[in-house]
Protein backbone atom coordinates (compact mmCIF):
# COMPACT_ATOMS: atom_id res chain seq x y z
CA UNK A 1 0.00 0.00 0.00
CA UNK A 2 1.22 3.32 -0.83
CA UNK A 3 2.53 5.20 1.87
CA UNK A 4 0.57 8.22 0.66
CA UNK A 5 -2.33 6.04 1.31
CA UNK A 6 -1.70 4.72 4.89
CA UNK A 7 -0.76 8.36 6.37
CA UNK A 8 -4.20 9.79 5.05
CA UNK A 9 -6.13 7.09 6.55
CA UNK A 10 -4.28 7.23 10.09
CA UNK A 11 -4.86 10.80 9.80
CA UNK A 12 -8.70 10.71 9.03
CA UNK A 13 -9.20 8.12 11.65
CA UNK A 14 -7.83 10.02 14.09
CA UNK A 15 -9.96 13.16 13.40
CA UNK A 16 -13.21 10.96 13.67
CA UNK A 17 -13.56 11.28 17.10
CA UNK A 18 -17.23 10.91 16.84
CA UNK A 19 -17.66 7.57 15.40
CA UNK A 20 -15.27 4.46 14.72
CA UNK A 21 -13.94 5.38 11.22
CA UNK A 22 -15.29 3.45 8.25
CA UNK A 23 -14.16 4.62 4.77
CA UNK A 24 -13.42 4.03 1.10
CA UNK A 25 -10.61 5.92 -0.45
CA UNK A 26 -9.73 5.85 -4.28
CA UNK A 27 -6.40 6.85 -5.36
CA UNK A 28 -7.71 9.25 -8.56
CA UNK A 29 -3.81 9.67 -9.12
CA UNK A 30 -3.07 6.01 -9.07
CA UNK A 31 -6.07 5.44 -12.08
CA UNK A 32 -4.65 7.90 -13.74
CA UNK A 33 -1.12 6.80 -13.86
CA UNK A 34 -2.16 3.31 -14.65
CA UNK A 35 -4.67 4.20 -17.44
CA UNK A 36 -1.70 6.18 -18.89
CA UNK A 37 0.98 4.15 -18.85
CA UNK A 38 -2.23 1.14 -20.26
CA UNK A 39 -2.41 3.55 -23.11
CA UNK A 40 1.22 4.11 -23.74
CA UNK A 41 1.05 0.25 -24.99
CA UNK A 42 -1.99 0.22 -27.33
CA UNK A 43 -1.77 -0.67 -31.31
CA UNK A 44 -2.75 1.85 -32.73
CA UNK A 45 -6.39 1.65 -34.22
CA UNK A 46 -7.42 0.37 -30.55
CA UNK A 47 -9.16 2.38 -28.18
CA UNK A 48 -10.29 2.35 -24.04
CA UNK A 49 -13.25 2.77 -22.47
CA UNK A 50 -14.08 2.91 -18.77
CA UNK A 51 -17.24 0.39 -18.09
CA UNK A 52 -18.31 2.35 -15.07
CA UNK A 53 -20.81 -0.60 -13.82
CA UNK A 54 -17.21 -1.13 -12.25
CA UNK A 55 -17.10 2.13 -9.93
CA UNK A 56 -19.26 5.13 -10.91
CA UNK A 57 -18.16 7.05 -8.29
CA UNK A 58 -18.32 10.88 -10.73
CA UNK A 59 -14.86 11.71 -9.20
CA UNK A 60 -13.93 8.33 -10.85
CA UNK A 61 -15.13 9.12 -14.04
CA UNK A 62 -14.28 12.65 -13.76
CA UNK A 63 -10.26 11.29 -13.79
CA UNK A 64 -10.72 9.17 -16.36
CA UNK A 65 -11.83 11.69 -18.76
CA UNK A 66 -8.81 13.11 -20.68
CA UNK A 67 -7.87 9.53 -20.70
CA UNK A 68 -10.23 7.14 -22.15
CA UNK A 69 -12.09 7.24 -25.62
CA UNK A 70 -15.33 7.57 -24.06
CA UNK A 71 -17.55 5.24 -21.25
CA UNK A 72 -19.49 2.13 -21.25
CA UNK A 73 -22.58 2.17 -19.46
CA UNK A 74 -25.60 0.13 -18.48
CA UNK A 75 -28.49 1.63 -18.06
CA UNK A 76 -29.84 5.29 -18.41
CA UNK A 77 -28.78 6.17 -14.43
CA UNK A 78 -25.00 5.36 -15.26
CA UNK A 79 -25.39 7.37 -18.86
CA UNK A 80 -27.06 10.22 -16.72
CA UNK A 81 -24.00 10.19 -14.08
CA UNK A 82 -21.75 10.25 -17.29
CA UNK A 83 -23.24 12.86 -18.90
CA UNK A 84 -23.21 14.95 -14.92
CA UNK A 85 -19.59 14.97 -15.95
CA UNK A 86 -19.46 15.38 -19.45
CA UNK A 87 -22.22 16.51 -22.38
CA UNK A 88 -20.57 15.53 -24.97
CA UNK A 89 -17.89 12.30 -24.64
CA UNK A 90 -18.63 9.49 -26.35
CA UNK A 91 -20.61 6.94 -24.12
CA UNK A 92 -21.78 3.54 -25.32
CA UNK A 93 -25.17 1.92 -24.47
CA UNK A 94 -25.52 -1.95 -23.25
CA UNK A 95 -27.18 -4.42 -21.47
CA UNK A 96 -29.46 -7.03 -21.52
CA UNK A 97 -32.87 -5.78 -20.68
CA UNK A 98 -32.98 -1.96 -22.38
CA UNK A 99 -36.73 -0.31 -21.94
CA UNK A 100 -38.19 1.40 -24.58
CA UNK A 101 -37.75 4.52 -21.62
CA UNK A 102 -34.17 3.69 -21.32
CA UNK A 103 -33.53 3.50 -25.28
CA UNK A 104 -35.01 6.84 -25.93
CA UNK A 105 -32.93 8.63 -23.06
CA UNK A 106 -30.12 7.21 -24.61
CA UNK A 107 -31.10 9.30 -28.05
CA UNK A 108 -31.62 12.09 -26.12
CA UNK A 109 -28.24 11.97 -24.65
CA UNK A 110 -26.44 11.10 -27.84
CA UNK A 111 -25.32 7.96 -27.04
CA UNK A 112 -22.65 7.11 -29.82
CA UNK A 113 -23.47 3.54 -29.92
CA UNK A 114 -25.97 1.24 -28.61
CA UNK A 115 -24.75 -2.44 -28.54
CA UNK A 116 -28.12 -4.07 -29.26
CA UNK A 117 -28.62 -7.54 -27.40
CA UNK A 118 -31.85 -8.97 -28.90
CA UNK A 119 -33.76 -9.09 -31.77
CA UNK A 120 -36.77 -6.93 -30.04
CA UNK A 121 -34.49 -4.31 -28.64
CA UNK A 122 -33.43 -3.87 -32.12
CA UNK A 123 -37.08 -3.63 -33.49
CA UNK A 124 -37.85 -1.03 -30.36
CA UNK A 125 -34.68 0.84 -31.69
CA UNK A 126 -35.94 1.09 -35.28
CA UNK A 127 -39.10 2.24 -34.21
CA UNK A 128 -37.75 5.06 -31.87
CA UNK A 129 -35.23 6.37 -34.15
CA UNK A 130 -38.28 7.40 -36.61
CA UNK A 131 -38.22 10.52 -37.64
CA UNK A 132 -34.00 11.20 -36.94
CA UNK A 133 -32.20 13.10 -38.77
CA UNK A 134 -29.42 10.99 -38.47
CA UNK A 135 -29.49 7.31 -38.38
CA UNK A 136 -28.63 5.64 -35.02
CA UNK A 137 -25.59 3.56 -34.86
CA UNK A 138 -24.67 0.37 -33.65
CA UNK A 139 -22.75 -2.35 -32.54
CA UNK A 140 -24.45 -5.88 -32.46
CA UNK A 141 -23.93 -7.77 -28.97
CA UNK A 142 -22.79 -11.50 -30.07
CA UNK A 143 -22.94 -14.60 -27.74
CA UNK A 144 -20.63 -17.05 -29.72
CA UNK A 145 -21.03 -20.94 -30.04
CA UNK A 146 -17.53 -21.61 -29.30
CA UNK A 147 -16.36 -23.82 -26.34
CA UNK A 148 -13.14 -22.38 -26.84
CA UNK A 149 -12.97 -19.51 -24.69
CA UNK A 150 -10.89 -19.43 -21.45
CA UNK A 151 -12.59 -20.25 -18.07
CA UNK A 152 -12.96 -17.86 -15.72
CA UNK A 153 -15.55 -17.54 -12.67
CA UNK A 154 -18.00 -15.12 -14.66
CA UNK A 155 -18.88 -15.97 -17.98
CA UNK A 156 -21.56 -14.36 -20.52
CA UNK A 157 -20.94 -15.85 -23.48
CA UNK A 158 -19.97 -18.96 -25.24
CA UNK A 159 -22.90 -20.55 -23.37
CA UNK A 160 -26.57 -19.98 -23.14
CA UNK A 161 -27.08 -16.55 -20.95
CA UNK A 162 -29.34 -13.98 -21.50
CA UNK A 163 -26.54 -11.61 -22.78
CA UNK A 164 -26.07 -10.76 -26.26
CA UNK A 165 -27.46 -12.36 -29.65
CA UNK A 166 -26.94 -15.79 -30.31
CA UNK A 167 -24.68 -16.27 -33.01
CA UNK A 168 -27.34 -18.65 -34.64
CA UNK A 169 -29.76 -15.10 -34.70
CA UNK A 170 -27.46 -13.05 -36.91
CA UNK A 171 -29.02 -13.49 -39.78
CA UNK A 172 -32.44 -12.67 -39.05
CA UNK A 173 -30.85 -9.48 -36.98
CA UNK A 174 -29.17 -8.31 -40.06
CA UNK A 175 -32.46 -9.03 -42.22
CA UNK A 176 -34.48 -7.19 -40.01
CA UNK A 177 -31.79 -4.25 -40.17
CA UNK A 178 -32.24 -4.21 -43.77
CA UNK A 179 -35.64 -4.88 -44.26
CA UNK A 180 -36.75 -2.31 -41.30
CA UNK A 181 -34.05 -0.52 -40.01
CA UNK A 182 -33.00 1.03 -42.76
CA UNK A 183 -32.07 4.68 -42.56
CA UNK A 184 -32.93 3.99 -39.24
CA UNK A 185 -30.30 2.25 -37.80
CA UNK A 186 -26.98 2.09 -39.23
CA UNK A 187 -24.66 -1.32 -38.39
CA UNK A 188 -21.35 -0.56 -37.62
CA UNK A 189 -19.83 -3.21 -36.44
CA UNK A 190 -20.04 -6.19 -33.55
CA UNK A 191 -19.58 -6.29 -30.00
CA UNK A 192 -18.20 -8.69 -27.42
CA UNK A 193 -17.93 -9.46 -24.02
CA UNK A 194 -17.70 -13.45 -23.01
CA UNK A 195 -16.16 -13.11 -19.41
CA UNK A 196 -14.83 -11.35 -16.87
CA UNK A 197 -11.51 -11.52 -14.68
CA UNK A 198 -9.40 -13.66 -17.02
CA UNK A 199 -5.87 -13.39 -15.54
CA UNK A 200 -4.42 -15.53 -18.39
CA UNK A 201 -3.30 -12.73 -21.10
CA UNK A 202 -2.34 -15.32 -23.68
CA UNK A 203 -5.80 -16.95 -23.90
CA UNK A 204 -7.37 -13.52 -23.50
CA UNK A 205 -5.81 -12.57 -26.92
CA UNK A 206 -6.29 -15.27 -28.52
CA UNK A 207 -10.36 -15.07 -27.45
CA UNK A 208 -9.57 -11.35 -29.23
CA UNK A 209 -8.41 -13.01 -32.45
CA UNK A 210 -11.22 -15.36 -32.37
CA UNK A 211 -13.45 -12.48 -32.44
CA UNK A 212 -11.78 -10.72 -34.87
CA UNK A 213 -11.78 -13.77 -37.22
CA UNK A 214 -15.57 -14.19 -36.81
CA UNK A 215 -16.21 -10.65 -37.39
CA UNK A 216 -14.63 -10.78 -40.49
CA UNK A 217 -16.07 -14.10 -41.70
CA UNK A 218 -19.19 -12.41 -41.05
CA UNK A 219 -18.34 -9.31 -42.75
CA UNK A 220 -17.14 -11.10 -46.13
CA UNK A 221 -20.27 -13.67 -45.92
CA UNK A 222 -22.67 -11.01 -45.78
CA UNK A 223 -20.93 -8.43 -47.48
CA UNK A 224 -21.22 -5.89 -44.47
CA UNK A 225 -18.58 -3.09 -43.67
CA UNK A 226 -16.78 -3.31 -40.22
CA UNK A 227 -16.12 -0.20 -38.70
CA UNK A 228 -15.43 -0.94 -34.91
CA UNK A 229 -14.94 -4.51 -33.42
CA UNK A 230 -15.78 -4.17 -29.35
CA UNK A 231 -13.96 -6.39 -27.76
CA UNK A 232 -15.29 -6.20 -24.09
CA UNK A 233 -13.72 -5.99 -20.99
CA UNK A 234 -12.85 -8.92 -18.67
CA UNK A 235 -9.09 -8.10 -17.84
CA UNK A 236 -8.66 -10.11 -14.27
CA UNK A 237 -7.81 -8.68 -11.21
CA UNK A 238 -5.64 -11.41 -8.68
CA UNK A 239 -7.35 -11.03 -5.57
CA UNK A 240 -5.30 -14.22 -3.45
CA UNK A 241 -1.84 -14.48 -4.88
CA UNK A 242 -2.27 -15.51 -8.41
CA UNK A 243 0.05 -13.76 -11.50
CA UNK A 244 -1.25 -10.90 -12.10
CA UNK A 245 -2.96 -10.42 -15.95
CA UNK A 246 -0.26 -9.12 -17.89
CA UNK A 247 -1.12 -5.99 -19.67
CA UNK A 248 2.29 -5.87 -21.73
CA UNK A 249 1.99 -9.58 -23.40
CA UNK A 250 -1.33 -8.85 -24.09
CA UNK A 251 -0.65 -5.46 -25.83
CA UNK A 252 2.05 -6.98 -27.72
CA UNK A 253 -0.02 -10.23 -28.53
CA UNK A 254 -2.34 -7.96 -29.97
CA UNK A 255 0.23 -5.59 -31.17
CA UNK A 256 0.96 -8.43 -33.77
CA UNK A 257 -2.50 -9.95 -34.15
CA UNK A 258 -2.63 -11.09 -38.33
CA UNK A 259 -6.55 -10.91 -37.41
CA UNK A 260 -6.36 -7.12 -36.55
CA UNK A 261 -3.44 -6.74 -39.77
CA UNK A 262 -6.29 -8.21 -42.38
CA UNK A 263 -8.80 -5.83 -41.08
CA UNK A 264 -7.13 -2.51 -41.97
CA UNK A 265 -10.37 -0.50 -41.75
CA UNK A 266 -11.52 -1.60 -38.43
CA UNK A 267 -10.57 0.12 -35.04
CA UNK A 268 -10.60 -2.58 -31.98
CA UNK A 269 -12.21 -1.63 -28.86
CA UNK A 270 -12.13 -2.56 -25.32
CA UNK A 271 -13.89 -1.41 -22.22
CA UNK A 272 -12.86 -2.40 -19.27
CA UNK A 273 -13.79 -1.98 -15.49
CA UNK A 274 -12.37 -3.67 -12.70
CA UNK A 275 -9.13 -4.06 -14.90
CA UNK A 276 -8.40 0.14 -14.49
CA UNK A 277 -9.74 0.68 -11.13
CA UNK A 278 -9.97 -2.03 -8.69
CA UNK A 279 -6.57 -1.64 -7.25
CA UNK A 280 -6.58 2.05 -6.70
CA UNK A 281 -9.65 1.58 -3.94
CA UNK A 282 -9.15 1.13 -0.35
CA UNK A 283 -11.79 -0.23 2.16
CA UNK A 284 -10.77 1.37 5.72
CA UNK A 285 -12.91 -0.48 8.53
CA UNK A 286 -11.86 -0.03 12.19
CA UNK A 287 -12.31 -2.43 14.98
CA UNK A 288 -14.68 -2.49 17.43
CA UNK A 289 -14.77 -6.09 19.05
CA UNK A 290 -12.62 -8.79 19.12
CA UNK A 291 -13.69 -12.18 20.36
CA UNK A 292 -12.72 -15.55 20.84
CA UNK A 293 -15.76 -18.16 19.93
CA UNK A 294 -14.92 -21.64 20.10
CA UNK A 295 -11.33 -21.28 20.12
CA UNK A 296 -11.32 -19.10 17.03
CA UNK A 297 -10.66 -15.27 17.17
CA UNK A 298 -13.11 -12.87 15.54
CA UNK A 299 -12.70 -9.29 14.52
CA UNK A 300 -16.37 -7.28 14.21
CA UNK A 301 -15.51 -4.53 12.14
CA UNK A 302 -17.37 -0.85 11.87
CA UNK A 303 -18.80 -1.99 8.30
CA UNK A 304 -18.35 -5.14 6.47
CA UNK A 305 -19.70 -6.56 3.89
CA UNK A 306 -23.39 -4.26 3.10
CA UNK A 307 -20.34 -1.79 2.42
CA UNK A 308 -18.07 -4.57 0.52
CA UNK A 309 -19.90 -7.13 -0.72
CA UNK A 310 -16.98 -8.34 -3.12
CA UNK A 311 -15.77 -10.91 -0.48
CA UNK A 312 -19.05 -12.58 0.27
CA UNK A 313 -19.77 -12.63 -3.69
CA UNK A 314 -16.97 -14.32 -4.58
CA UNK A 315 -16.09 -16.53 -1.87
CA UNK A 316 -12.42 -14.90 -1.67
CA UNK A 317 -10.84 -13.74 1.04
CA UNK A 318 -10.53 -9.47 0.97
CA UNK A 319 -6.60 -9.16 1.08
CA UNK A 320 -5.94 -6.26 3.49
CA UNK A 321 -3.18 -4.33 6.05
CA UNK A 322 -3.78 -3.53 9.80
CA UNK A 323 -2.94 -0.06 10.44
CA UNK A 324 -2.05 0.31 14.12
CA UNK A 325 -4.08 3.23 15.79
CA UNK A 326 -2.67 4.35 19.37
CA UNK A 327 -6.47 6.19 20.15
CA UNK A 328 -7.74 4.15 23.34
CA UNK A 329 -9.36 6.95 25.92
CA UNK A 330 -11.16 4.14 27.82
CA UNK A 331 -10.61 3.17 31.61
CA UNK A 332 -10.73 -0.20 31.01
CA UNK A 333 -7.66 -1.90 28.81
CA UNK A 334 -8.03 -2.50 24.83
CA UNK A 335 -8.57 -5.80 23.57
CA UNK A 336 -5.64 -7.21 21.57
CA UNK A 337 -4.01 -10.51 19.92
CA UNK A 338 -0.53 -11.43 18.81
CA UNK A 339 0.52 -13.52 16.35
CA UNK A 340 -2.79 -15.31 15.99
CA UNK A 341 -5.09 -16.22 13.71
CA UNK A 342 -8.55 -14.23 13.02
CA UNK A 343 -11.40 -13.90 11.19
CA UNK A 344 -12.49 -10.31 9.75
CA UNK A 345 -16.45 -9.85 10.10
CA UNK A 346 -18.66 -7.08 9.25
CA UNK A 347 -21.52 -5.44 11.83
CA UNK A 348 -24.35 -7.38 10.12
CA UNK A 349 -26.15 -10.46 12.06
CA UNK A 350 -25.26 -12.70 9.37
CA UNK A 351 -22.40 -15.03 9.35
CA UNK A 352 -22.24 -14.41 5.73
CA UNK A 353 -21.02 -10.87 6.74
CA UNK A 354 -17.36 -11.96 6.46
CA UNK A 355 -14.57 -10.33 4.88
CA UNK A 356 -11.12 -12.74 5.66
CA UNK A 357 -11.65 -15.58 7.37
CA UNK A 358 -8.32 -16.94 9.23
CA UNK A 359 -5.73 -14.20 8.62
CA UNK A 360 -2.78 -14.58 10.23
CA UNK A 361 -1.43 -11.42 12.09
CA UNK A 362 1.20 -9.81 13.96
CA UNK A 363 -1.08 -7.78 16.68
CA UNK A 364 -4.44 -6.86 16.21
CA UNK A 365 -6.37 -4.41 19.18
CA UNK A 366 -9.84 -3.19 18.96
CA UNK A 367 -9.77 0.10 17.50
CA UNK A 368 -6.96 -0.27 14.93
CA UNK A 369 -7.87 0.31 11.60
CA UNK A 370 -8.18 -3.17 8.65
CA UNK A 371 -7.53 -1.46 5.16
CA UNK A 372 -8.84 -4.12 2.42
CA UNK A 373 -6.83 -3.32 -0.36
CA UNK A 374 -8.02 -4.23 -4.21
CA UNK A 375 -11.38 -2.61 -3.35
CA UNK A 376 -12.01 0.08 -6.44
CA UNK A 377 -13.92 -2.47 -8.66
CA UNK A 378 -17.23 -4.09 -7.87
CA UNK A 379 -17.08 -3.63 -3.97
CA UNK A 380 -19.20 -0.79 -2.55
CA UNK A 381 -21.88 -0.84 -6.35
CA UNK A 382 -22.54 -3.87 -5.81
CA UNK A 383 -23.54 -4.28 -1.73
CA UNK A 384 -26.69 -4.08 0.03
CA UNK A 385 -26.16 -0.46 1.44
CA UNK A 386 -28.99 -0.51 4.09
CA UNK A 387 -29.44 -3.88 5.53
CA UNK A 388 -29.59 -3.30 9.32
CA UNK A 389 -29.37 0.34 8.48
CA UNK A 390 -25.95 1.12 9.27
CA UNK A 391 -24.68 4.33 8.46
CA UNK A 392 -22.83 4.76 5.17
CA UNK A 393 -18.85 4.94 5.07
CA UNK A 394 -17.15 8.39 4.29
CA UNK A 395 -15.62 8.96 0.70
CA UNK A 396 -11.95 10.02 -0.08
CA UNK A 397 -10.10 10.67 -2.80
CA UNK A 398 -6.24 10.95 -2.90
CA UNK A 399 -5.46 13.24 -5.90
CA UNK A 400 -2.32 14.48 -7.23
CA UNK A 401 -2.84 17.82 -5.32
CA UNK A 402 -2.88 16.07 -2.44
CA UNK A 403 -6.72 16.81 -1.91
CA UNK A 404 -8.38 14.09 0.66
CA UNK A 405 -11.81 15.32 0.75
CA UNK A 406 -14.96 14.14 0.90
CA UNK A 407 -17.52 13.45 -2.12
CA UNK A 408 -19.20 16.36 -2.33
CA UNK A 409 -16.01 18.48 -3.11
CA UNK A 410 -15.44 19.16 -6.38
CA UNK A 411 -11.85 18.80 -7.96
CA UNK A 412 -11.04 21.41 -9.84
CA UNK A 413 -8.05 20.09 -10.52
CA UNK A 414 -7.71 18.03 -13.93
CA UNK A 415 -4.79 16.66 -15.99
CA UNK A 416 -4.84 17.95 -19.48
CA UNK A 417 -3.88 15.39 -22.03
CA UNK A 418 -2.55 12.18 -21.80
CA UNK A 419 1.60 12.88 -23.05
CA UNK A 420 3.03 12.62 -19.46
CA UNK A 421 2.90 8.93 -19.52
CA UNK A 422 4.45 7.65 -16.60
CA UNK A 423 4.88 3.23 -15.89
CA UNK A 424 5.42 4.29 -12.61
CA UNK A 425 3.20 1.96 -9.76
CA UNK A 426 1.31 0.06 -12.63
CA UNK A 427 4.69 -1.37 -13.76
CA UNK A 428 5.44 -2.16 -10.49
CA UNK A 429 2.38 -4.07 -9.73
CA UNK A 430 2.72 -5.79 -13.25
CA UNK A 431 5.97 -7.43 -12.84
CA UNK A 432 5.14 -8.93 -9.10
C1 LIG B 1 -20.93 -5.53 -21.51
C2 LIG B 1 -19.86 -5.38 -20.50
N1 LIG B 1 -18.78 -4.67 -20.82
C3 LIG B 1 -17.76 -4.50 -19.93
C4 LIG B 1 -17.83 -5.03 -18.67
C5 LIG B 1 -16.69 -4.81 -17.72
O1 LIG B 1 -16.14 -6.00 -17.38
P1 LIG B 1 -14.82 -6.08 -16.46
O2 LIG B 1 -15.09 -5.27 -15.28
O3 LIG B 1 -14.68 -7.52 -16.20
O4 LIG B 1 -13.70 -5.54 -17.29
C6 LIG B 1 -18.96 -5.79 -18.30
C7 LIG B 1 -19.04 -6.40 -16.97
O5 LIG B 1 -19.93 -7.10 -16.63
C8 LIG B 1 -20.01 -5.96 -19.24
O6 LIG B 1 -21.10 -6.67 -18.94
Given amino acids: MKDTVKERLVKLQAASLEEPFCAYLYDLEGIQAQVQ ?20 DLRIIEALLPYVAGFEVASAGELLKVREVSASVPVLFGGPGKTA ?47 TLPETGITMG ?18 ILREEGRGRVHFSGFHFHSLSNNLNARLHAEMIEFYLRKAAMWSERYGLKLEIVNAGGGFGISYEGAPPFDWWAFTELIGASEALKELPGTKLWFEPGRYL ?67 LVGELC ?83
Fill in 37 to 56: AMLSRLPERAGLFYAIKANP
Fill in 101 to 147: AELATALRHNVAYIHVESLLELRRLIQLAEGRSEPVRILLRMNLRTS
Fill in 158 to 175: GRPTPFGLDEDLLEAALT
Fill in 277 to 343: VANHGYYAAEVIDLKSSHDQYFAVLRGGTHHHRLPASWGHNQPFEVLPAERWSHPFPRPEIRQEKVT
Fill in 350 to 432: TPKDRMHANAAVERLRVGDIVVFQQSGAYCWTISHHDFLSHPHPQFYYLTEGNDYGDRNQVNQHRPQGCSSASNGGFAEHAAK
